[in-house]
């Protein structure tokens, strides 16, 4: 009776380790992930669960699946304890271009000084992973002490589920690169990559203001000046009501349009030169050419050439960008630590960054700021439960399902347009700050563009980046600033506009002079002259 009770007992004390193990990687998982990454590191794990469970009648096998096992799951308490750590101590993920950097950029007598100055916090992160281990050590044994047992049916089709589940988990390139096997492996090569750029980063970057210095530019205009450049991502004009768009998407900007008349300019007919992000920037600070020797110099080396003081403010995490363009500014700013498409963090938070920026007592300043505008994931760029197109069955809507749009388009567009409703009220945000800058009573200029467009239903039933459809580079452009009125405003909003172009424009507005200046690249020059650029795909028109 009494063995028989025990042969009873032992499948539940498994069962119960299991459970246990489980719940134990699930504590790590969420110390270092948040959202739908929880599910999709626990269903990565869940092969290893099923893998436990199944009854081994060799004991030879058994001790090493528990060793394999244990060593598995310290990779996912590894992984979410150093995450943790991470965001405790400086609210960043491991691969944000502020650790990246740091790892990149550190040696051995630094990391001393580091460990030094954070043993008691380290020491308490390693007390738990120790705790951990050898508590995960003895589940992992009972969890799989099972030998010749038989499993019940139900455990059986349980166990299959759990295995196809996770085989479909490690099938999906973007779960699998969540495994921490897989990430700190990509990690590690991502440091020991940067490690390598970043000497020929600062090198290009001293290169270029070196390039600025002996162009000599100068400004055009006596007393204090204040230009700010406005950045989004992914935004298609043909989504914003100000472009004529159905959805009232940015009642704000229409507003500021309205009320300040001839000191604002809406460029109808914008494109981009490129349909995503890295090239588009390098486009638009490189005068269409950054690294060519007959390029211009980085219009951010030449603007502190000629005696601006420059600000980089950023809602992105990219360690490109943050080398290749912010990192030529006096002051940089990245308040975003969580890189990829699955931030979190919203534009609005520059805001006060931008104020700090413009109150400062330098005469001359030049301001970025970079947001992440539309950029997928939609819903992910606008607060929680402010979607006010949430299935709403209006002309939009219907005009999309008469074209045939899938559901899943048509809630994306939804989603989309939430995005640029919130956009729009950052960058008119940003337009009144501009506009009210600390009482200055010097010059003030405001401009405004996307870096490339988006696809979201409009040809073809695709949502995000596009090179092949005309999406892909329909920008917005505006600009003001509190000069005189420009009384052919209405002929220079009907000229069509290039995004690499943007840099003559900016020059124009910052009042630059140098001998490489090209006033027939600048939108606002009396003899602007149009060229269309190479885009992979035909545009019928580029002046609608």
């Known amino acids: 009776m009494s063995g028989s009770t025990t042969g009873a007992a032992a499948p539940l004390r498994a069962r119960g380790a299991l459970a246990c193990l489980w719940g134990l990687a699930a504590v ?98 390693l007390a738990g992973l120790a705790a951990a281990g050898a508590w995960s050590w003895r589940l992992a044994a009972q969890a799989g002490a099972q030998g010749t047992g038989r499993l019940s049916r139900g455990l059986v089709v349980l166990l299959a589920v759990g295995l196809l589940v996770g085989a479909l988990g490690y099938a999906s390139k973007p779960w699998r690169r969540l495994h921490p096997v897989v990430f700190w492996a990509g990690w590690s090569q991502s440091v020991q990559a940067l490690r390598g750029t970043l000497g020929d980063q600062e090198a290009f970057r001293r290169a270029e203001l070196a390039r600025a210095r002996a162009a000599a530019p100068s400004v055009a205009r006596e007393g204090p000046s204040t230009v700010v450049m406005v950045l989004g991502d992914s935004v298609n004009r043909d989504n914003m009501s100000l472009y004529g768009y159905a959805r009232p998407t940015t009642h704000r900007l229409e507003t500021q349009v309205r009320q300040l008349g001839d000191q604002m300019l809406t460029l109808r007919h914008a494109w981009s030169a490129d349909a995503s992000t890295l090239p588009a920037l ?21 603007a502190r050439a000629a005696g601006y003081k420059v600000w980089w403010v950023s809602n992105h995490d990219d ?17 975003n630590r969580t890189p ?12 006060d960054e ?65 995005a640029m409703l919130y956009h729009d009220f950052v960058v008119s945000e940003t337009l009144a700050l501009t506009r009210n800058a600390g009482g200055n009573p010097g010059y003030r200029a405001w401009m405004y563009l996307s870096d490339h467009g988006q696809e979201v239903g409009h040809a073809t039933d695709h949502a995000g980046h596009s090179p092949g459809t005309a999406a892909g580079y329909r920008i917005p452009a505006l600009l003001w600033s509190n000069d005189a009125p420009r009384p052919e405003r209405a002929a220079i909003a009907a000229r069509p506009f290039r995004g690499d172009w943007a840099g003559w424009t900016m020059a124009s507005l910052l009042h630059l002079r140098w001998p490489g200046l090209q006033p027939a690249r600048d939108v606002l020059a009396k003899d602007y002259v149009w060229q269309a650029p190479r885009l992979p795909i035909a545009i019928s028109a580029y002046d609608r």
């Open 282 to 302: 390098r486009n638009i600070f490189g005068f269409g050419g950054l690294g060519r020797q007959d390029a211009p110099p980085h219009l951010l080396a030449l």
């Open 354 to 418: 931008l104020q700090k920026a413009l109150e400062d007592s330098a005469p001359r300043k030049l301001i970025v700021v970079h947001l992440l505008g539309t950029h997928p994931h939609y819903r992910l760029r606008f607060p929680a439960d402010a979607n006010p197109f949430d299935d709403a069955p209006d002309s939009v809507e219907r005009e999309l399902e008469r074209q045939g749009r899938p559901y899943w388009v048509r809630r994306l567009r939804q989603d989309y347009d939430a």
């Open 319 to 335: 360690v490109a960008v943050e080398q290749t363009h912010a990192r030529l500014a006096d002051v940089v700013d990245f308040i």
């Open 28 to 125: 790590f998982v969420v110390l270092g992930h948040d959202g739908r990454r929880v599910a999709q590191l626990l269903i990565l794990f869940l092969p290893l669960m099923a893998w436990l469970a199944w009854p081994v009648r060799s004991p030879a096998v058994r001790r090493w699946r528990r060793v394999l096992a244990w060593a598995g799951f310290m990779c996912f308490a590894l992984d979410g304890a150093a995450r943790g750590f991470l965001l405790d101590a400086y609210q960043s993920a491991p691969d944000s271009s502020l650790v990246l950097g740091a790892a990149a950029n550190t040696n051995a007598r630094e990391t001393g000084e580091y460990l030094q100055a954070h043993w008691r916090t380290l020491l308490l992160w």
């Open 340 to 351: 990829g498409r699955s931030t979190m963090s919203l534009d609005g938070e520059l805001l």
